[in-house]
T-cell receptor
Framework: KNQVEQSPQSLIILEGKNCTLQ??????????LRWYKQDTGRGPVSLTI?????NTKSNGRYTATLDADTKQSSLHITASQLSDSASYIC??????????????FGTGTRLLVSP | GAGVSQTPSNKVTEKGKYVELRCDPI?????LYWYRQSLGQGPEFLIY????????DSGLPNDRFFAVRPEGSVSTLKIQRTERGDSAVYLC??????????????FGPGTRLTVL
């Protein structure tokens, strides 16, 4: 069964600190992996996308890594800001030809950045 | 429009009632998705439209759920005889529909449905 697991479930850090969120997946075949940010009461917004041939992708203070061999990804947030408080969801696109993106979502990590 | 919009933002209904949830995708996007997100969980796929047709409705939990997209733009998710277990946030997303697996899905803010 295609699954995406994330850890930790929740995290509290002080403003200005760095943090790393983890994602393990069992989706196969694999096409790409995204990290989404979801603010409370809003829809998810894509932060990064990586295919199996990419092992790192940055978007400002967000850096995602991918190890396709171990099926692990991480999202590193540098110099956290209060506005980083949100849920971060790891999303994998299976590579089978379903004709559309049947995304597999993780349950998310809820990050709280404290002043 | 500039983004995906959904109405209403909140809907409270009584058990057994019928509800309709509306999604306006980004203009020109041919692919439209509905998801359901329960508290503390990631979104779960419900149904996918390419143009006017429901290309995959395998995520709909039962026959009380139905969705339409008659003109290939706005979509309505319809839930009959609502049950308390239907309470969740219903998210809509759209993408260009080019068929690339790297196409980005843009999500709306969701409709929070509460069934009393």
């Amino acid at each position: 069964k295609n699954q995406v697991e994330q850890s930790p479930q929740s995290l509290i850090i002080l403003e200005g600190k760095n943090c790393t969120l983890q994602c393990n997946y069992t989706v196969s075949p694999f096409s790409n992996l995204r990290w989404y940010k979801q603010d409370t009461g809003r829809g998810p917004v894509s932060l990064t996308i990586m295919t199996f041939s990419e092992n790192t992708k940055s978007n400002g203070r967000y850096t995602a890594t991918l190890d396709a061999d171990t099926k692990q990804s991480s999202l590193h947030i540098t110099a956290s800001q209060l506005s980083d408080s949100a849920s971060y969801i790891c999303v994998v696109t299976p590579g089978e030809n379903t004709g559309f993106q049947k995304l597999v979502f993780g349950t998310g990590t809820r990050l709280l950045v404290s002043p | 429009g500039a983004g995906v919009s959904q109405t209403p933002s909140n809907k409270v209904t009584e058990k057994g009632k019928y509800v309709e949830l509306r999604c306006d995708p980004i203009s020109g996007h041919t692919a439209l998705y509905w998801y359901r997100q329960s508290l503390g969980q990631g979104p779960e796929f419900l149904i996918y439209f390419q143009g006017t047709g429901a290309a995959d409705d395998s995520g709909l939990p039962n026959d009380r759920f139905f969705a339409v997209r008659p003109e290939g733009s706005v979509s309505t998710l319809k839930i009959q005889r609502t049950e308390r277990g239907d309470s969740a946030v219903y998210l809509c997303a759209s993408s260009s529909g080019r068929g690339h697996l790297s196409d980005t899905q843009y999500f709306g803010p969701g409709t929070r449905l509460t069934v009393l």
